[in-house]
């Protein structure tokens, strides 16, 4: 468990195969700079995605994402921004967001 003053970070990641739609474009340049703009007040300090380097059925992105501390990341994701945050998915993936929080080892 981290204590309150410890970063937290969020992966989010999304399942799929080739198949799947999912706009890197899209996700890069509008939806990670979105989670910035309405999360960032809260205390998200980043946001970076990754892609695998092969397609294939598995993983198909991972955001991870930096927030100040824990009770940043509780504020934003109970935030009135998370229903617009939540409602721009559709526009990039048919995939559903997996959320978990990463402990440092």
């Known amino acids: 468990m981290t204590s309150s003053n410890e970063r937290v ?4 990641y999304y399942r799929g195969t080739p ?8 996700y890069t340049n509008h939806h990670l700079p979105l989670c910035m703009k309405a999360w ?12 695998p380097a092969i ?3 598995g993983t198909i992105a991972i955001c991870e994402s930096v927030y100040r501390d ?3 990341a509780n504020a934003a994701f109970g ?10 998915v559709a526009r990039y993936t048919d995939a559903t967001p997996i959320r978990v929080r990463g402990l440092p080892l």
């Open 55 to 57: 397609d294939e059925d």
């Open 79 to 88: 935030s009135p921004e998370l229903r617009e945050v939540m409602a721009d």
């Open 19 to 26: 198949d799947t739609r999912f706009d890197r474009d899209y």
């Open 40 to 51: 960032g007040q809260y205390g998200l300090l980043s946001c970076r995605a990754f892609y």
């Open 9 to 12: 970070t969020v992966y989010v």
């Open 70 to 72: 824990e009770t940043a």
